[in-house]
Protein backbone atom coordinates (compact mmCIF):
# COMPACT_ATOMS: atom_id res chain seq x y z
CA UNK A 1 0.00 0.00 0.00
CA UNK A 2 0.94 3.65 -0.71
CA UNK A 3 2.05 5.94 1.71
CA UNK A 4 -0.17 9.22 1.62
CA UNK A 5 3.04 11.26 1.27
CA UNK A 6 4.05 10.31 -2.21
CA UNK A 7 1.34 12.83 -3.14
CA UNK A 8 1.02 16.03 -2.76
CA UNK A 9 -2.45 16.58 -2.13
CA UNK A 10 -5.29 14.08 -3.36
CA UNK A 11 -8.63 16.21 -5.62
CA UNK A 12 -11.74 14.80 -6.94
CA UNK A 13 -12.56 16.09 -10.39
CA UNK A 14 -16.33 16.45 -10.80
CA UNK A 15 -17.39 17.75 -14.29
CA UNK A 16 -20.75 18.93 -15.49
CA UNK A 17 -21.52 15.53 -17.77
CA UNK A 18 -21.18 16.48 -20.92
CA UNK A 19 -18.02 16.08 -23.44
CA UNK A 20 -17.58 19.32 -23.35
CA UNK A 21 -17.39 19.55 -19.97
CA UNK A 22 -15.50 16.70 -19.11
CA UNK A 23 -12.33 17.45 -21.80
CA UNK A 24 -10.68 20.00 -20.28
CA UNK A 25 -11.40 19.38 -16.96
CA UNK A 26 -9.36 15.66 -17.52
CA UNK A 27 -6.31 17.29 -19.11
CA UNK A 28 -5.83 19.96 -16.64
CA UNK A 29 -6.44 16.45 -14.06
CA UNK A 30 -3.43 15.17 -16.20
CA UNK A 31 -1.06 18.24 -15.89
CA UNK A 32 -1.94 17.67 -11.77
CA UNK A 33 -0.62 14.33 -12.01
CA UNK A 34 2.41 15.35 -13.81
CA UNK A 35 3.19 17.61 -11.04
CA UNK A 36 2.00 14.61 -8.03
CA UNK A 37 -0.86 15.34 -6.84
CA UNK A 38 -3.07 12.30 -6.66
CA UNK A 39 -6.66 12.67 -8.89
CA UNK A 40 -10.03 10.94 -8.67
CA UNK A 41 -12.43 11.68 -11.26
CA UNK A 42 -15.90 11.93 -10.20
CA UNK A 43 -17.97 10.17 -13.01
CA UNK A 44 -21.88 10.28 -13.09
CA UNK A 45 -23.38 6.88 -13.14
CA UNK A 46 -25.55 7.54 -16.36
CA UNK A 47 -22.85 9.53 -18.32
CA UNK A 48 -20.13 6.95 -17.49
CA UNK A 49 -22.47 4.56 -19.23
CA UNK A 50 -22.47 6.16 -22.15
CA UNK A 51 -18.58 6.86 -23.06
CA UNK A 52 -17.43 4.69 -25.53
CA UNK A 53 -14.09 5.03 -24.78
CA UNK A 54 -12.50 5.62 -21.74
CA UNK A 55 -8.87 6.28 -22.27
CA UNK A 56 -6.36 7.26 -19.56
CA UNK A 57 -4.04 6.08 -16.93
CA UNK A 58 -3.33 7.24 -13.60
CA UNK A 59 -6.31 8.93 -12.65
CA UNK A 60 -8.89 6.62 -10.56
CA UNK A 61 -12.64 7.09 -10.99
CA UNK A 62 -15.22 7.03 -8.58
CA UNK A 63 -19.31 7.55 -9.68
CA UNK A 64 -22.25 9.60 -7.88
CA UNK A 65 -25.44 9.73 -8.90
CA UNK A 66 -27.90 12.26 -10.81
CA UNK A 67 -30.95 10.22 -10.14
CA UNK A 68 -30.94 9.28 -13.44
CA UNK A 69 -28.64 6.57 -13.90
CA UNK A 70 -30.49 4.74 -16.61
CA UNK A 71 -30.54 7.87 -18.66
CA UNK A 72 -29.15 10.99 -17.69
CA UNK A 73 -30.86 14.35 -18.93
CA UNK A 74 -32.83 12.17 -21.13
CA UNK A 75 -34.52 10.09 -18.71
CA UNK A 76 -35.89 13.37 -17.42
CA UNK A 77 -38.82 15.28 -18.18
CA UNK A 78 -37.24 18.70 -18.61
CA UNK A 79 -33.70 20.46 -18.11
CA UNK A 80 -35.10 22.10 -14.66
CA UNK A 81 -36.13 18.92 -12.92
CA UNK A 82 -33.24 17.28 -14.24
CA UNK A 83 -30.98 20.26 -12.17
CA UNK A 84 -32.63 19.75 -9.57
CA UNK A 85 -32.89 16.36 -9.09
CA UNK A 86 -29.29 16.10 -9.90
CA UNK A 87 -28.15 19.05 -7.16
CA UNK A 88 -30.38 16.73 -4.51
CA UNK A 89 -29.51 13.13 -5.66
CA UNK A 90 -25.92 14.31 -6.28
CA UNK A 91 -24.99 16.15 -2.86
CA UNK A 92 -26.04 13.45 -1.11
CA UNK A 93 -23.92 10.49 -3.20
CA UNK A 94 -21.28 13.14 -3.35
CA UNK A 95 -21.16 13.17 0.79
CA UNK A 96 -21.46 9.51 0.63
CA UNK A 97 -18.69 8.87 -1.84
CA UNK A 98 -16.50 11.62 0.60
CA UNK A 99 -17.56 9.87 3.79
CA UNK A 100 -15.92 6.45 2.05
CA UNK A 101 -12.65 8.12 0.90
CA UNK A 102 -12.11 9.92 4.22
CA UNK A 103 -11.85 6.33 5.87
CA UNK A 104 -9.18 5.38 2.86
CA UNK A 105 -5.36 5.73 3.03
CA UNK A 106 -5.45 8.97 0.89
CA UNK A 107 -8.35 10.55 2.09
CA UNK A 108 -9.25 13.54 -0.59
CA UNK A 109 -7.81 17.38 0.40
CA UNK A 110 -9.83 19.45 -2.52
CA UNK A 111 -12.74 18.99 -4.60
CA UNK A 112 -12.49 20.38 -8.27
CA UNK A 113 -15.88 21.28 -9.13
CA UNK A 114 -17.62 22.33 -12.75
CA UNK A 115 -18.75 25.84 -11.68
CA UNK A 116 -21.75 24.60 -13.52
CA UNK A 117 -22.33 22.50 -9.95
CA UNK A 118 -21.99 25.15 -7.28
CA UNK A 119 -23.57 22.41 -4.66
CA UNK A 120 -20.06 20.42 -4.87
CA UNK A 121 -18.51 23.48 -2.85
CA UNK A 122 -20.94 23.24 -0.29
CA UNK A 123 -20.50 19.26 0.03
CA UNK A 124 -17.09 20.03 0.37
CA UNK A 125 -17.25 22.81 2.68
CA UNK A 126 -19.11 20.10 4.61
CA UNK A 127 -16.49 18.03 5.26
CA UNK A 128 -13.50 20.44 5.47
CA UNK A 129 -12.14 19.92 2.08
CA UNK A 130 -10.49 22.44 0.05
CA UNK A 131 -12.78 23.75 -3.54
CA UNK A 132 -11.86 25.17 -6.73
CA UNK A 133 -14.47 26.25 -8.72
CA UNK A 134 -13.58 25.33 -12.97
CA UNK A 135 -14.80 27.92 -15.55
CA UNK A 136 -15.15 25.58 -19.09
CA UNK A 137 -15.98 29.03 -20.81
CA UNK A 138 -14.21 32.35 -21.60
CA UNK A 139 -13.35 34.61 -18.90
CA UNK A 140 -15.43 37.20 -21.05
CA UNK A 141 -18.37 35.33 -20.88
CA UNK A 142 -18.32 35.02 -17.34
CA UNK A 143 -17.60 38.37 -16.58
CA UNK A 144 -20.67 39.16 -18.72
CA UNK A 145 -22.39 36.76 -16.53
CA UNK A 146 -21.38 38.20 -13.74
CA UNK A 147 -22.48 41.29 -14.44
CA UNK A 148 -25.96 40.17 -14.88
CA UNK A 149 -25.70 37.97 -11.80
CA UNK A 150 -24.84 40.93 -9.75
CA UNK A 151 -27.55 42.99 -11.34
CA UNK A 152 -24.67 45.09 -12.28
CA UNK A 153 -25.95 44.51 -16.08
CA UNK A 154 -29.94 44.95 -16.21
CA UNK A 155 -32.21 42.43 -17.88
CA UNK A 156 -33.93 42.13 -20.22
CA UNK A 157 -31.58 44.31 -22.10
CA UNK A 158 -31.98 48.06 -22.39
CA UNK A 159 -28.89 49.67 -24.89
CA UNK A 160 -27.46 48.69 -28.01
CA UNK A 161 -23.99 48.20 -26.94
CA UNK A 162 -21.92 47.80 -23.79
CA UNK A 163 -18.57 48.42 -22.47
CA UNK A 164 -18.23 46.21 -19.23
CA UNK A 165 -14.32 46.57 -17.60
CA UNK A 166 -11.73 44.62 -18.74
CA UNK A 167 -13.95 43.77 -22.64
CA UNK A 168 -14.39 45.77 -25.46
CA UNK A 169 -16.96 47.73 -26.87
CA UNK A 170 -19.85 44.56 -27.39
CA UNK A 171 -23.05 45.35 -29.39
CA UNK A 172 -26.21 43.70 -27.46
CA UNK A 173 -26.28 40.84 -29.86
CA UNK A 174 -22.40 39.94 -28.73
CA UNK A 175 -24.05 39.30 -25.41
CA UNK A 176 -24.72 35.45 -24.31
CA UNK A 177 -28.24 34.36 -26.52
CA UNK A 178 -29.25 33.85 -22.78
CA UNK A 179 -29.33 37.65 -21.74
CA UNK A 180 -29.46 39.00 -25.56
CA UNK A 181 -32.90 37.01 -25.94
CA UNK A 182 -33.62 36.97 -22.46
CA UNK A 183 -36.43 34.87 -21.67
CA UNK A 184 -34.94 31.48 -23.34
CA UNK A 185 -34.22 28.47 -22.01
CA UNK A 186 -34.43 29.30 -18.35
CA UNK A 187 -32.99 26.24 -17.26
CA UNK A 188 -29.58 26.99 -18.94
CA UNK A 189 -30.13 30.51 -17.66
CA UNK A 190 -30.30 29.39 -14.20
CA UNK A 191 -27.13 27.48 -14.69
CA UNK A 192 -24.84 30.24 -15.71
CA UNK A 193 -26.20 32.43 -13.36
CA UNK A 194 -26.01 30.07 -10.11
CA UNK A 195 -22.24 29.81 -10.96
CA UNK A 196 -21.82 32.52 -8.96
CA UNK A 197 -23.95 31.88 -6.16
CA UNK A 198 -21.40 30.50 -3.66
CA UNK A 199 -18.08 31.31 -5.25
CA UNK A 200 -17.25 33.63 -2.89
CA UNK A 201 -16.71 30.42 -0.68
CA UNK A 202 -14.17 28.97 -3.53
CA UNK A 203 -10.67 28.56 -2.31
CA UNK A 204 -9.67 28.77 -5.92
CA UNK A 205 -11.58 29.87 -9.79
CA UNK A 206 -9.55 28.15 -12.49
CA UNK A 207 -10.10 28.79 -16.28
CA UNK A 208 -9.93 27.38 -19.32
CA UNK A 209 -8.11 30.59 -21.07
CA UNK A 210 -4.35 31.39 -20.83
CA UNK A 211 -3.56 35.55 -20.06
CA UNK A 212 -2.67 37.11 -22.97
CA UNK A 213 -5.44 36.03 -24.93
CA UNK A 214 -7.73 37.84 -22.28
CA UNK A 215 -5.22 40.11 -20.65
CA UNK A 216 -8.44 42.54 -19.70
CA UNK A 217 -11.37 41.00 -18.19
CA UNK A 218 -8.18 39.24 -15.95
CA UNK A 219 -6.77 41.87 -14.53
CA UNK A 220 -10.15 42.67 -13.82
CA UNK A 221 -11.42 39.50 -12.49
CA UNK A 222 -8.12 38.57 -10.41
CA UNK A 223 -9.20 41.28 -8.20
CA UNK A 224 -12.53 40.10 -6.97
CA UNK A 225 -11.54 36.37 -7.29
CA UNK A 226 -8.51 34.36 -6.59
CA UNK A 227 -8.51 33.17 -9.92
CA UNK A 228 -5.90 31.32 -12.08
CA UNK A 229 -6.08 30.54 -15.98
CA UNK A 230 -4.63 27.47 -16.70
CA UNK A 231 -5.62 26.74 -20.31
CA UNK A 232 -5.60 25.99 -23.03
CA UNK A 233 -6.18 22.04 -21.94
CA UNK A 234 -5.74 20.42 -25.09
CA UNK A 235 -4.12 17.43 -25.08
CA UNK A 236 -0.11 18.32 -24.80
CA UNK A 237 1.19 15.92 -27.77
CA UNK A 238 -0.35 19.22 -29.68
CA UNK A 239 0.80 21.29 -27.38
CA UNK A 240 4.63 21.35 -25.25
CA UNK A 241 4.72 17.75 -25.87
CA UNK A 242 5.88 17.35 -21.66
CA UNK A 243 2.81 14.98 -20.56
CA UNK A 244 3.83 11.78 -21.95
CA UNK A 245 1.72 9.88 -24.82
CA UNK A 246 -1.27 12.41 -24.02
CA UNK A 247 -2.22 12.15 -27.98
CA UNK A 248 -5.96 12.58 -27.40
CA UNK A 249 -8.86 13.66 -24.71
CA UNK A 250 -9.17 10.35 -23.45
CA UNK A 251 -13.00 10.10 -23.11
CA UNK A 252 -15.31 10.07 -25.92
CA UNK A 253 -19.55 9.47 -26.29
CA UNK A 254 -18.91 8.85 -29.55
CA UNK A 255 -16.73 6.73 -31.84
CA UNK A 256 -14.82 8.73 -33.86
CA UNK A 257 -14.42 7.75 -37.83
CA UNK A 258 -10.58 8.04 -37.79
CA UNK A 259 -9.11 5.97 -40.51
CA UNK A 260 -12.03 6.84 -42.91
CA UNK A 261 -11.35 10.55 -42.13
CA UNK A 262 -7.68 10.61 -42.51
CA UNK A 263 -7.22 8.59 -45.14
CA UNK A 264 -9.60 10.87 -46.80
CA UNK A 265 -7.78 14.13 -46.20
CA UNK A 266 -4.68 12.28 -47.08
CA UNK A 267 -5.19 12.69 -50.74
CA UNK A 268 -6.57 16.31 -50.51
CA UNK A 269 -4.06 19.57 -51.79
CA UNK A 270 -2.54 21.51 -48.74
CA UNK A 271 -4.97 23.81 -47.46
CA UNK A 272 -7.78 22.63 -49.68
CA UNK A 273 -10.40 21.25 -47.20
CA UNK A 274 -13.31 22.83 -45.43
CA UNK A 275 -14.26 21.05 -41.82
CA UNK A 276 -17.78 21.52 -40.77
CA UNK A 277 -18.72 20.38 -36.41
CA UNK A 278 -21.39 22.01 -34.60
CA UNK A 279 -20.70 19.72 -31.65
CA UNK A 280 -22.16 17.55 -29.46
CA UNK A 281 -24.98 19.19 -28.75
CA UNK A 282 -26.70 21.61 -31.08
CA UNK A 283 -28.77 21.08 -33.79
CA UNK A 284 -29.41 22.81 -37.18
CA UNK A 285 -33.22 23.74 -38.25
CA UNK A 286 -33.96 21.25 -41.40
CA UNK A 287 -33.97 24.42 -43.52
CA UNK A 288 -30.29 25.97 -42.20
CA UNK A 289 -29.04 22.21 -43.11
CA UNK A 290 -30.03 22.73 -46.41
CA UNK A 291 -28.58 26.29 -46.93
CA UNK A 292 -25.58 25.17 -45.25
CA UNK A 293 -25.60 22.05 -48.04
CA UNK A 294 -25.49 24.05 -51.06
CA UNK A 295 -23.60 27.19 -49.64
CA UNK A 296 -20.58 24.31 -49.60
CA UNK A 297 -21.35 22.92 -52.55
CA UNK A 298 -21.27 26.23 -53.98
CA UNK A 299 -18.18 26.89 -52.48
CA UNK A 300 -16.36 24.24 -54.75
CA UNK A 301 -13.85 23.41 -51.80
CA UNK A 302 -13.49 20.25 -50.59
CA UNK A 303 -15.08 19.18 -47.32
CA UNK A 304 -15.91 17.32 -44.12
CA UNK A 305 -18.92 17.70 -42.45
CA UNK A 306 -19.31 15.94 -39.57
CA UNK A 307 -23.55 15.45 -39.09
CA UNK A 308 -24.31 13.08 -36.47
CA UNK A 309 -27.35 10.30 -37.09
CA UNK A 310 -30.04 11.80 -35.98
CA UNK A 311 -29.51 15.10 -37.80
CA UNK A 312 -28.22 13.14 -41.30
CA UNK A 313 -32.22 13.17 -42.14
CA UNK A 314 -32.49 16.84 -42.69
CA UNK A 315 -30.13 16.91 -45.58
CA UNK A 316 -31.46 17.22 -49.14
CA UNK A 317 -31.28 14.09 -51.35
CA UNK A 318 -30.35 15.84 -54.23
CA UNK A 319 -26.90 16.81 -52.41
CA UNK A 320 -26.62 14.07 -51.12
CA UNK A 321 -26.49 12.79 -54.89
CA UNK A 322 -23.85 15.70 -56.10
CA UNK A 323 -21.80 16.22 -53.18
CA UNK A 324 -18.60 14.55 -54.56
CA UNK A 325 -16.00 17.13 -53.00
CA UNK A 326 -17.68 15.92 -50.04
CA UNK A 327 -17.18 13.26 -46.97
CA UNK A 328 -19.97 13.28 -44.39
CA UNK A 329 -19.30 11.23 -41.21
CA UNK A 330 -21.41 11.31 -37.77
CA UNK A 331 -18.26 11.69 -35.58
CA UNK A 332 -14.48 12.07 -36.65
CA UNK A 333 -11.37 12.67 -34.95
CA UNK A 334 -11.62 16.67 -34.47
CA UNK A 335 -7.45 17.29 -33.68
CA UNK A 336 -6.05 15.34 -36.26
CA UNK A 337 -8.47 17.05 -38.71
CA UNK A 338 -7.33 20.16 -37.44
CA UNK A 339 -3.92 19.49 -37.62
CA UNK A 340 -3.41 17.80 -40.82
CA UNK A 341 -1.82 19.86 -43.61
CA UNK A 342 -4.62 19.52 -46.22
CA UNK A 343 -7.11 21.39 -43.98
CA UNK A 344 -7.89 24.87 -45.16
CA UNK A 345 -10.43 26.10 -42.52
CA UNK A 346 -12.74 25.12 -39.65
CA UNK A 347 -17.01 26.31 -39.77
CA UNK A 348 -17.36 26.29 -36.52
CA UNK A 349 -19.90 27.09 -34.02
CA UNK A 350 -17.87 28.76 -31.73
CA UNK A 351 -18.35 26.34 -28.75
CA UNK A 352 -15.32 27.40 -26.61
CA UNK A 353 -13.52 24.21 -26.73
CA UNK A 354 -13.55 24.14 -30.55
CA UNK A 355 -12.39 27.71 -30.97
CA UNK A 356 -9.38 26.89 -28.59
CA UNK A 357 -8.68 24.03 -30.19
CA UNK A 358 -8.73 26.09 -33.66
CA UNK A 359 -6.57 28.61 -31.92
CA UNK A 360 -4.15 26.55 -30.04
CA UNK A 361 -3.52 24.63 -33.31
CA UNK A 362 -3.29 28.22 -35.85
CA UNK A 363 -6.61 27.16 -37.93
CA UNK A 364 -8.89 29.71 -39.48
CA UNK A 365 -12.01 30.37 -38.43
CA UNK A 366 -15.61 30.54 -40.57
CA UNK A 367 -17.89 31.09 -36.93
CA UNK A 368 -21.54 30.63 -37.49
CA UNK A 369 -22.47 30.33 -33.32
CA UNK A 370 -25.98 29.16 -32.85
CA UNK A 371 -26.82 30.37 -29.28
CA UNK A 372 -25.63 30.39 -25.59
CA UNK A 373 -21.40 31.82 -25.37
CA UNK A 374 -20.90 31.16 -28.86
CA UNK A 375 -22.29 34.22 -30.11
CA UNK A 376 -19.50 36.38 -27.89
CA UNK A 377 -17.02 34.00 -28.79
CA UNK A 378 -17.71 34.58 -32.48
CA UNK A 379 -17.76 38.62 -31.96
CA UNK A 380 -13.87 37.95 -30.29
CA UNK A 381 -12.77 35.28 -32.92
CA UNK A 382 -13.37 38.36 -35.91
CA UNK A 383 -13.30 41.33 -34.28
CA UNK A 384 -10.42 41.03 -31.24
CA UNK A 385 -8.00 37.93 -31.93
CA UNK A 386 -9.23 38.13 -35.69
CA UNK A 387 -8.27 34.65 -36.48
CA UNK A 388 -11.55 34.29 -38.96
CA UNK A 389 -14.67 35.83 -40.28
CA UNK A 390 -17.98 35.43 -39.56
CA UNK A 391 -21.30 33.74 -41.41
CA UNK A 392 -23.46 36.44 -40.27
CA UNK A 393 -27.31 34.89 -40.53
CA UNK A 394 -30.55 37.04 -41.70
CA UNK A 395 -34.09 38.39 -40.12
CA UNK A 396 -35.03 34.97 -39.96
CA UNK A 397 -31.88 33.79 -37.92
CA UNK A 398 -31.11 31.47 -40.74
CA UNK A 399 -26.93 32.06 -42.66
CA UNK A 400 -28.08 31.80 -46.62
CA UNK A 401 -25.80 30.07 -49.01
CA UNK A 402 -24.40 33.05 -50.54
CA UNK A 403 -23.07 34.14 -47.69
CA UNK A 404 -21.87 30.46 -46.93
CA UNK A 405 -20.22 30.36 -50.20
CA UNK A 406 -18.37 33.45 -49.47
CA UNK A 407 -17.12 32.91 -46.47
CA UNK A 408 -15.73 29.98 -47.56
CA UNK A 409 -13.60 31.62 -50.76
CA UNK A 410 -13.41 34.53 -48.26
CA UNK A 411 -10.95 32.61 -45.98
CA UNK A 412 -9.28 30.25 -48.64
CA UNK A 413 -8.64 32.75 -51.75
CA UNK A 414 -8.61 36.31 -51.29
CA UNK A 415 -5.69 38.35 -49.26
CA UNK A 416 -7.65 38.30 -46.24
CA UNK A 417 -6.61 34.71 -45.86
CA UNK A 418 -2.84 36.15 -45.05
CA UNK A 419 -4.14 38.17 -42.48
CA UNK A 420 -6.04 35.10 -40.58
CA UNK A 421 -2.93 32.78 -41.17
CA UNK A 422 -0.79 35.47 -39.67
CA UNK A 423 -2.84 36.03 -36.62
CA UNK A 424 -3.66 32.41 -36.47
CA UNK A 425 0.27 31.31 -35.66
CA UNK A 426 0.29 34.38 -33.27
CA UNK A 427 -1.80 32.42 -31.19
CA UNK A 428 -0.86 29.65 -31.79
CA UNK A 429 2.56 30.28 -30.58
CA UNK A 430 1.21 31.89 -27.11
CA UNK A 431 -1.22 28.64 -26.46
CA UNK A 432 2.17 26.60 -26.66
CA UNK A 433 4.22 29.05 -24.54
CA UNK A 434 1.42 29.27 -21.76
CA UNK A 435 1.52 25.68 -20.94
CA UNK A 436 4.84 24.75 -21.99
CA UNK A 437 7.48 25.61 -18.76
CA UNK A 438 7.49 28.30 -17.28
CA UNK A 439 4.45 30.05 -19.41
CA UNK A 440 1.87 31.92 -17.40
CA UNK A 441 -0.58 29.30 -17.29
CA UNK A 442 2.22 26.78 -16.34
CA UNK A 443 3.52 29.02 -13.42
CA UNK A 444 -0.57 29.10 -12.52
CA UNK A 445 -0.97 25.41 -12.49
CA UNK A 446 2.47 25.15 -10.29
CA UNK A 447 0.95 27.80 -7.85
CA UNK A 448 -2.35 26.25 -7.75
CA UNK A 449 -0.40 22.87 -6.88
CA UNK A 450 1.78 24.53 -3.99
CA UNK A 451 -0.72 26.31 -2.81
CA UNK A 452 -3.10 22.70 -2.05
CA UNK A 453 -0.01 21.31 -0.95
CA UNK A 454 0.78 24.31 1.82
CA UNK A 455 -3.23 23.86 2.97
CA UNK A 456 -3.20 20.90 2.92
CA UNK A 457 -0.07 20.96 5.66
CA UNK A 458 -2.24 23.13 7.59
CA UNK A 459 -5.05 21.42 7.59
CA UNK A 460 -3.40 18.40 9.02
Partial sequence: MEERKNYVAHCLVLP????GHINPMLQFSKRLVQ?????TLIAVVSNWKAISNKNFTSIEVESISDGYDDGGLKAAESLEVYLDTFCRVGSQTLAELLQKLAESSHPPDCVIYDAFLPWALDVAKDFGLLGATFF??????NNIYFHAYKKWLELPLTQTEYLLPGLPKLAAGDLPSFLNKYGTYPGYFAVVMNQFANIDKADWVLANTFYELEQGVVDWLVKI???KPIGPTLPSMYLDKRVQDDKDYGVDMYIPKSEACIKWLDDKPKGSVVYVSF??????SEEQTEELAWGLRDGGSYFIWVIRDSEQGKLPKEFLDTSEKGLIVT???QLQVLTHEALGCFFTHCGWNSTLEALSLGVPVIAMPLWTDQITNAKLIKDVWKIGVKAV???KDIVRRETITHCIKQILETETRNEIKKNCIKWKNLAKSNVDEGGNSDKNTAEFVDELAHRRATLN
Fill in 136 to 141: TQTCTT
Fill in 16 to 19: YPAQ
Fill in 279 to 284: GSMAGL
Fill in 393 to 395: ADE
Fill in 331 to 333: WCP
Fill in 35 to 39: RGVKI
Fill in 225 to 227: WPL
